[in-house]
T-cell receptor, first 111, second 112 residues
Framework: DVKVTQSSRYLVKRTGEKVFLECVQD?????MFWYRQDPGLGLRLIYFSYDVKMKEKGDIPEGYSVSREKKERFSLILESASTNQTSMYLCASRLSNEKLFFGSGTQLSVL | DAKTTQPPSMDCAEGRAANLPCNHS???????VYWYRQIHSQGPQYIIH???NNETNEMASLIITEDRKSSTLILPHATLRDTAVYYC?????????????FGKGTKLSVKP
């Protein structure tokens, strides 16, 4: 089975800190995604990548950047964390046109 | 991608079939219907998808109406572990790489 691993399950950071959320998948998937999930708002797409060094903005990219230096790894970066970025962050991957596989999520709290 | 409408919550008795409806009246001809679920504190999990024919796998069955404007996910023998939020999504499987739009889903509670 595909495994999508997110580096941290829970993370607490301070306002203004630079935050790195790491995601690794083990099935050579081309496409990788970062979502955030907030109560009442469902899952919203932040960024996605369809190949190494390629990235595309999703619906809510402001305040975030991403990095994909290797096919298996997709990093989400919060350049200067703010309290409104407190959320559950979900990473996902898939082959070109197939189903998404999600990680277990990182619950980020920004104080 | 087409918008979907699902009831916010449903209850089901353990061992009975759970039938979760989804309306997608603006679906276009090449859009597929996907179902995912999310158990509390976990990432969403793929369940099943289909275009126009009914589909079945080890987890569930998907019934799509002939006009494709609605569908039903069936869990034939619900267990307590099936308690989760179920999301119905319609989209093209190719082309746009991202933007799998999750709505608010249906919170299914399976009760003993």
């Amino acid at each position: 089975d595909v495994k999508v691993t997110q580096s941290s399950r829970y993370l607490v950071k301070r306002t203004g800190e630079k935050v790195f959320l790491e995601c690794v998948q083990d099935m050579d998937h081309e496409n990788m995604f970062w979502y955030r999930q907030d109560p009442g708002l469902g899952l919203r797409l932040i960024y996605f990548s369809y190949d190494v060094k390629m990235k595309e903005k999703g619906d809510i990219p402001e305040g975030y950047s991403v990095s994909r230096e290797k096919k298996e790894r997709f990093s989400l970066i919060l350049e200067s964390a703010s309290t409104n970025q407190t959320s559950m962050y979900l990473c996902a991957s898939r082959l070109s046109n197939e189903k998404l596989f999600f990680g277990s999520g990182t619950q980020l709290s920004v104080l | 991608d087409a918008k979907t409408t699902q009831p916010p919550s449903m209850d089901c008795a353990e061992g009975r079939a759970a039938n979760l409806p989804c309306n997608h009246s603006t679906i276009s001809g090449n859009e597929y219907v996907y179902w995912y679920r999310q158990i509390h504190s976990q990432g969403p999990q793929y369940i099943i998808h289909g275009l126009k024919n009914n589909e079945t796998n080890e987890m569930a069955s998907l019934i799509i109406t002939e006009d494709r404007k609605s569908s039903t996910l069936i869990l034939p023998h619900a267990t307590l572990r099936d308690t989760a939020v179920y999301y119905c999504i319609v989209r093209y499987p190719w082309g746009s790489q991202g933007n799998l739009i999750f709505g608010k889903g249906t919170k299914l509670s399976v009760k003993p």
